[in-house]
């Protein structure tokens, strides 16, 4: 896992690396660092599954649903249960 500080470190690594880097752009590409962690965070989405249901991190295998084309994930049958009750509600309100 990446942390921001090791983010920082690598950036101004790769800014280093650039002839005639000024402390102006050095600003800029700390300032952008702020607005752009999503990078990280589908990077560990990929590896890491949060249940759809109680948002906790899903440690071993997940129950895997598919429901409209898509994947949901959920951590234990009991949150299986209450999130397919509150998507079918929800998809019922949405009509
Ligand atoms: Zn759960």
């Known amino acids: 896992m990446v942390s ?3 983010l920082v470190d690598e950036l ?7 002839d005639g880097v000024l402390d102006y752009e050095h600003h ?4 952008r660092l702020k607005d752009a962690p999503r990078a990280v965070i ?4 990929s590896t890491t599954l949060i249940c759809f ?4 991190v899903i440690e071993g295998e997940p129950i895997k649903l598919k ?3 898509r994947d949901h994930y959920l951590c234990c049958p ?5 999130y397919t009750e509150k998507y079918q ?3 019922g309100a949405a009509r």
Do not use: F, P, Y
């Not at 101004?12 to 650039?18: D, F, G, I, K, S």
């Not at 589908?42 to 989405?45: A, E």
């Not at 249901?53 to 906790?56: A, E, G, T």
């Open 53 to 56: 249901q109680c948002r906790k």
């Open 12 to 18: 101004l690594q790769h800014v280093e690396a650039v």
């Open 89 to 91: 509600r929800l998809k």
């Open 28 to 31: 800029i590409a700390t300032k």
């Open 78 to 82: 009991s949150c299986e249960k209450l």
């Open 4 to 6: 921001r500080q090791e």
């Open 67 to 69: 429901m409209d084309g």
């Open 42 to 45: 589908t990077d560990r989405l």
